[in-house]
């Protein structure tokens, strides 16, 4: 699996206005790329134009990935929201969009990557009888099965509790190592403990952002992650006080 970088350019507008002012970023080629920014600012809307779907956005400038082939059909996305259907047990919501594309179905895969995210036994269990956590992991196991080079994550980790999101990004951290993944938070110890390289949204341009130089994931309780977690703090406040840098 190769795994391209993306780079974009230009400026980001909905309807008349502006959301993001003229900027150029790379995402890292089969690494980790953390996007921070304020509610609003358009991050989710820039996703669903980099993966080719409907956004309310529009993007006066280009999208590439580094390879120069298209990007939209090696896409997959998890957002904040696991998205599972209700009705369907755990297995069925792994393949859903397999079985969605006429795909010839592969059980015994699907249960293997339930069992990689730590769900053996659960194949035939309903959304509503697992917790939050353990749904996410679904959506894990579902993005594994679509088995794309590009990963977007929509805030995947935002609505679990502690430990079970240092959890949960770790095994992410583990079965996507080598595919180019986008991570889009508003959590600055999450930048900092996952991504190889972190991105700051504004409605003036996207800013790089500095990381420690250990190699994600980074330990949450080390010294370095929590001084570097700090600075990034102080940075966004700064940011959303007076929308500089
Ligand atoms: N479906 C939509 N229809 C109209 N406006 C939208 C829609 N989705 C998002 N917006 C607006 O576009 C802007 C960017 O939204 P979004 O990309 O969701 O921001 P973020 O993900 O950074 O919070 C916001 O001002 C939001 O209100
Ligand atoms: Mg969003």
């Known amino acids: 699996m190769t795994a391209p970088a993306i780079h974009i350019e230009g400026a980001l507008h909905r309807a008349q206005s502006l959301l993001i002012d003229r900027f150029a970023i790379t995402f890292a080629a089969g690494g980790w790329s953390a996007l921070l920014g304020a509610s609003g600012v358009g991050k989710t809307s820039l996703f669903r134009l980099i993966a080719g779907l409907p956004s309310a956005a529009l993007l006066d400038g280009q999208i590439a990935a580094s390879d120069g082939a298209p990007i939209g059909p090696r896409v997959a996305m998890m957002a904040q929201d696991d998205q599972l259907l209700p009705w369907a047990d755990a297995l069925d919501n792994i393949m859903i969009s397999a079985r969605l594309r006429g795909d010839l179905l592969q059980p015994d895969h699907a249960a293997a990557l339930l069992s990689d995210v730590g769900l053996a036994g659960f194949e035939r269990r309903k959304p509503a009888q697992m917790s939050a956590g353990q749904r996410q992991r679904v959506a894990l196991a579902r993005l594994l099965y679509e088995d794309r080079t590009i990963v977007l994550l929509d805030e995947p980790f935002s609505a679990l509790d502690v430990m079970t999101r240092v959890a949960t990004q770790d095994l992410a951290a583990r079965l ?32 790089p952002c500095p990381l420690p130089a250990a190699r994600p994931p980074r330990p949450p309780e080390a010294v370095s992650t929590l001084s570097s977690q700090a600075a990034l703090f102080q940075r966004l406040r700064l940011i959303s006080e007076t929308g500089a840098a």
């Open 176 to 207: 996507l190592a080598g595919r180019t993944v986008v991570l889009i938070t508003h959590d600055p110890a999450e930048a900092i403990r996952l991504a190889d390289v972190a991105w700051i949204a504004t409605r003036a341009g996207i800013l």
